[in-house]
């Protein structure tokens, strides 16, 4: 890789996520991005498969995007959200309501995912001990999930997976049980709520893809059935979209799906365009009407310094023009029948276990994956930005990317599989 006086000064400086830094490939220099192609330090171009960890959806430096922010910019690039109100966060939590359905219309502003969740979960925890109900504090959760990086949410993230399994026991224990996805998981999981259910105060789930616990996918009717069972129980039902929002599975949010309604709802990842770190928590009615109070207590105790950042704010609704303005769903609808065919050949290559796609996703399953960052380095060799994990090798592009792009994305995955 090319020497810069950057490069070489700097990298020994960092510390990179998921990354055993002993063993692990020199990380690609990235200069510029356009579209779905990112330029390396050396002039080298790799096709996008991954659209930053699944947030620029509308492909890199859409001048829309960059236009509002660079207004934004001149005009006021941050202030604090802790007694003070602005436009651009205004406008987005106003839209995001009109957005969601049902009566999803307060929203609390984070700066990452994973604090969204634990936003959700404090909401979850003190809409009981506001209620009375203090000892329905714990969270039901599913195996394969994940919700983010931090203690609180490792504990309703997948207890066997890798990232995190170190870590079990250090943080109060939640339920982690199997998603009931068919008659036996059913089963299970009703004896658990009749059980455990007065204990408990919300079920969380990712709506239809279980995204970085291995891109493993459910039916609508398993979003259905979990909203009436928590209906029945009495619990709270969170949805972290973080992934699946903003048109991944097809459809603006997971949700719409199933025709269900969370009673809160996590929204990070494509929130702005993958431009600016930026996450909401979104909470029903009857959620934020436990938080009001002659007693001072009863608030909800949370507020990052960048909350509502509004540069940040000014690139979401930017990034909501364009889903009003483009056809971004009917571009994953296109997507979506490109990676069923140009995918479907991997099914036999030696190692496959499985194939499948829904809406701007793209999964190829290995029995097991050996070495999945020299696979990485495999695929920048073939000028593809592909990036397996655990088991298997996916493509969430951009839903600008050309024709032409997705396929050589998909034959660079074809190529590198086949010569196994
Ligand atoms: C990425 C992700 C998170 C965590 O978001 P960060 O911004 O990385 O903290 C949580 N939940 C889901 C479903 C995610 O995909």
Redesign the pocket.
């Known amino acids: 890789m090319p020497s810069s006086e950057w490069y070489e000064t700097g990298l020994p400086h960092i510390w990179l996520p998921y990354a055993q830094m002993k063993t692990a490939p020199t990380p690609l220099p990235a200069r510029s991005t356009q579209g779905s192609v990112i330029t390396l330090h050396d002039g080298r171009e790799l096709v996008d498969g991954v659209a930053a960890?699944?947030t620029a959806c509308h492909g890199y430096n859409h001048p829309h995007i960059r236009a509002c922010a660079e207004a934004q910019l001149a005009r006021m690039p941050h202030v604090m959200f802790g007694g003070m109100v602005h436009e651009p966060a205004l406008r987005l939590a106003a839209r995001l309501a009109a957005m969601l359905p049902g009566d999803l219309e307060r929203v609390f502003y984070t700066d990452?995912?994973?604090?969204?969740?634990e936003v959700a979960m404090k909401m979850a925890i003190q809409y009981r001990i506001n209620r009375g109900e203090p000892e329905r504090r714990r969270l039901l959760a599913f195996k394969g999930?994940?919700?983010?990086?931090?203690l609180a949410?490792m504990a309703i993230c997948d207890p066997e997976e890798g990232m995190h399994h170190l870590f079990s026991g250090v943080m109060p224990e939640q339920a982690v049980i199997d998603l009931p996805r068919d008659d036996a998981t059913r089963a299970a999981f009703e004896n658990f709520l009749q059980t455990q259910a007065s204990t408990l105060t919300a079920i969380v789930v990712?709506p239809l893809v279980?995204?970085?616990g291995g891109m493993v996918f459910h039916d609508p009717a398993t979003l259905s059935f979990l909203r009436s069972a928590a209906d029945r129980h009495g619990l709270l039902l969170i949805l972290?979209?973080?992934?699946?929002g903003f048109g991944r599975t097809g459809t603006m949010f997971a949700c719409q799906q199933a025709n269900i309604v969370p009673d809160i709802v996590?929204l990070?990842?494509a929130l702005t365009g993958g431009t600016m770190?930026l996450?909401a928590t979104v909470a029903r009615r009857h959620v934020y009407e436990a938080f009001l109070s002659d007693d001072p207590e009863k608030a909800l105790m949370h507020g990052p310094t960048f909350m509502a950042n509004p540069l940040a704010c000014a690139c979401a609704n930017a990034s909501l023009d364009l889903f009003e303005r483009e056809p971004r769903l009917e571009q994953v609808a296109t997507i979506a029948a490109q990676l069923s065919t140009a995918l479907e050949p991997c099914r036999t290559l030696p190692g496959v276990r499985d194939v499948r796609v829904m809406g701007a996703i793209g999964v190829v399953e290995m029995d097991r994956i050996a070495d999945p960052a020299s696979l990485r380095t495999r695929f920048a060799a073939e000028g593809a930005w592909i990036r397996p994990f655990r088991n298997i090798v996916y493509l969430t592009p951009a839903f600008t990317i050309s024709e032409q792009q997705l396929d050589f994305l998909a034959n660079a995955i074809r190529r590198v599989l086949k010569d196994g």
């Not at 990452?112 to 969740?117: D, L």
């Not at 999930?145 to 931090?150: A, I, L, M, Q, S």
């Not at 972290?240 to 699946?244: C, L, M, Q, R, V």
Request: avoid cysteine; proline fraction near 0%; glycine fraction near 14%.
């Open positions: 960890w699944w990452s995912g994973s604090v969204a969740v999930g994940y919700h983010g990086d931090t949410t990712e279980q995204g970085a972290d979209e973080i992934f699946t996590t990070s990842k770190a996450a």
